[in-house]
């Protein structure tokens, strides 16, 4: 049979420049179903106007300070009391509006950084094997990282200092025209132009520096968390110094990387100093020849400079500001392409829960493979009746663990059908299918958490938490409670990073606890006991066939002794179903199952053998 494969060369996610960006974005910030979080945006906008307000007034009370002060004959002491007072409570007025501001907006930003982080993670587990398998996971968690990080602080810059400042740029305009006239104004608004041309100017150079320093941090990252997650193999191989060499290379790239970004900084940081000194050189000699003409007062000085200053602090920022909002948009564009990355296997419109009344499990003619040059199952139909004992052999690479993926629906056949008690499991919901599935990996990797909660983790989240007995009749069915009772802390036993600090046989135990709590019809064994040595798997064994009663089973084994008593054993050979038949049937064919049969028999007796 042949099967054209499906095309799994998922659409490229848009390209999201920075107002794309920011229109995705602002449904998180202004929440449709949250009229509280609203209020606080628009109360914290007025404050901003208000702060704004009071610091364009404190230069004019202290114009009138120094007028006062600077009149011929006796000043009125009072009256530049006055404008004294009000200086510096305008200055504490500021102040507190913009610390109020920050109180009332803080839940804003909180809220919005974790919905948004909540929707990524969840589109993450929507997303298929394919994709996870081909993404490291050090590069997706940095990713989801820089993107809830950069929102607070870009929400902040964007509300609390781009708009103000542009809020003050055009205040200052007309207060510079009604004041001093048009060549300051002119002067002010050429100088600012300037200014944010070179700063953005340099930023986009900056930019493509630091883009290509996130790449290769990420990259020295990805390295540490794969040689952590492999330490035992490092161990075991002796390749300490192989990887921290591979580690030093990736860091030692990443460090170059960041030394040109920080050394660019100086230069942006110059640039503006020279743009805004010169300003402040323009205004201040032209205040100056025009008090010496006797059109501007020694406060209009003071004026001038006072504003130039306060106008100088959101600028001189302008560039970090700038720099911060432009990586924020790309890592929130990184964020927003992993929402959007297509999902491969997806329910259809409208899909029906799965029913089961007879658990038969059925494969029509499925045609299958991982790469579309490299076909792994050519037309495979078998079926196990509701209650069968079934066991897949094979050699290796025959196909049998990717029966296993396509019954879970980790990907769909290229052609044929998988039926579960005569429904199409493409034609149903996959949560109802999974939860209808119960399997007992070859290796069971558990939570960091308690050994209680990685047997409870197996209740389906639609029925609820499993309680307490729950937990102990499901440990006492996979032949584990004795061993807890034995521990100190019981079920609150710390279990350890995938699981490490129990033994493989202990590690099974808690697997089929695990999908004993679950308690589906469907049972699927994936080389369940391969990794055991011979005493721990004959008792696994043992309760794997007392869990096994009353259920459909299909067993993936590599070991054809541990599936003798099969109900029918089938035999895979280049993903095509070689041979079928109970284990004394297959010996008498003298087919292939008899040839492995002999051959781990062979393989058997040499070893006692060797042991004797």
């Known amino acids: 049979m042949t099967a054209m494969p499906p095309d799994h060369t998922p659409p490229v996610p848009p390209d999201y420049d920075g107002w794309a960006t920011l229109k995705r974005f602002l449904p998180y910030l202004w929440p449709k179903d949250r009229a509280d979080l609203r209020m606080r945006i628009v109360a914290a906008m007025l404050l901003v106007l208000l702060a704004k307000a009071v610091v364009l ?58 919905v948004l982080a909540e929707d990524t993670f969840s589109r993450l587990h929507q997303l298929s094997l394919r994709f996870h398998l081909s993404r490291r996971t050090g590069e997706v968690t940095k990713t989801i990282e820089r993107g809830t990080k950069s929102i607070d602080s870009m929400l902040y810059f964007l509300l609390f200092n781009v708009a103000p400042t542009i809020v003050e740029l055009v205040a200052v305009g007309i207060i510079f025209y009604l004041m001093f006239g048009v060549p300051l104004v002119v002067a002010t608004a050429i100088t600012v132009v300037v200014y944010i041309a070179a700063t953005r ?19 020295a990252l990805a390295r540490a968390v794969d040689s952590l997650l492999n330490y035992e193999t490092v161990k075991f191989f002796g390749a300490e110094v192989r990887e921290r060499e591979r580690y030093g290379q990736a860091a030692g790239d990443y460090a170059k990387a960041a030394i040109k970004s920080e050394n660019s900084l100086g230069v942006l940081n110059i640039v503006q100093a020279l743009i805004m000194n010169a300003l402040m050189l323009f205004a201040l000699a032209f205040s100056v020849w025009q008090w010496s003409k006797g059109v501007l007062s020694v406060g209009d000085l003071v004026a001038v400079q006072t504003y130039l200053t306060q106008l100088f602090r959101p600028l001189d920022m302008l560039g970090f500001v700038y720099r911060t909002i432009r990586q924020g948009l790309i890592d929130m564009a990184a964020m927003f392409k992993l929402i959007d990355t297509e999902v491969e296997v997806a329910d259809a419109p409208g899909a029906p829960a799965l029913v089961i009344r007879r658990p038969t499990v059925t494969f ?9 040059d490299r076909t792994i199952l050519h ?30 629906r980790f990907y769909d056949p290229w052609a044929g059908r998988i039926c579960i008690d005569g429904q199409d499991i493409a034609g149903v919901t996959q949560d109802s299918l999974r939860a209808a599935i119960g399997i007992v990996p070859q290796d069971s990797v558990l939570f960091n958490d308690t050994i209680g909660y990685n047997i409870a983790y197996g209740r389906p989240h639609g029925l609820g938490p499993a309680t307490s007995e729950d937990i102990e009749r499901a440990a006492r069915g996979a032949a584990i409670l004795p061993f807890i009772a034995s521990l100190p802390q019981g079920f609150e036993t710390e279990v350890g990073e995938r699981g490490l600090k129990l033994s493989g046989g202990e590690k099974q135990r808690v697997a089929i606890a695990r999908t004993l709590v679950k308690d589906p019809p469907i049972l699927l064994l994936d080389e369940a006991t391969s990794a055991l040595d011979s005493r721990t798997e004959q008792d696994i064994l043992a309760t794997l066939h007392r869990v096994s009663e009353h259920r459909t089973s299909l067993s993936i084994a590599h070991r054809l002794s ?28 003298g087919g292939l199952y008899a040839e492995m049969w002999a051959r781990q028999q062979s393989e058997s007796e040499d070893l006692g053998e060797a042991a004797e």
């Open 379 to 408: 037309g495979l139909s078998f079926e196990v009746p509701a209650g069968g004992q079934y066991a897949i052999v094979g050699p290796s690479g025959a196909g049998k663990s990717t029966i296993a993926r396509l019954l879970f």
């Open 364 to 372: 029509e003619d499925v045609v299958f493979g991982y790469e579309p």
């Open 201 to 219: 100017w340099i930023t986009e150079w900056r930019t493509h520096l630091r883009k290509k320093m996130n790449d290769l941090d990420g990259n």
């Open 562 to 589: 541990t599936v003798a008593d099969a109900d029918r054993i089938l035999v895979l050979d280049g993903g095509r179903l070689a041979e079928s038949g109970r284990h004394g049937e297959l010996l008498r064919r």
């Open 57 to 114: 007034a404190t230069p004019l009370a202290m114009k009138r300070v120094v007028d006062t002060m600077a009149a011929q004959g006796d000043p009125a002491m009072w009256v530049a009391m006055t404008f004294v007072i009000a200086f510096v409570a305008g200055r504490l007025l500021g102040g507190l509006f913009d610390n109020v501001r920050n109180i009332v907006f803080e839940r804003v930003g909180q809220e919005a950084t974790r």
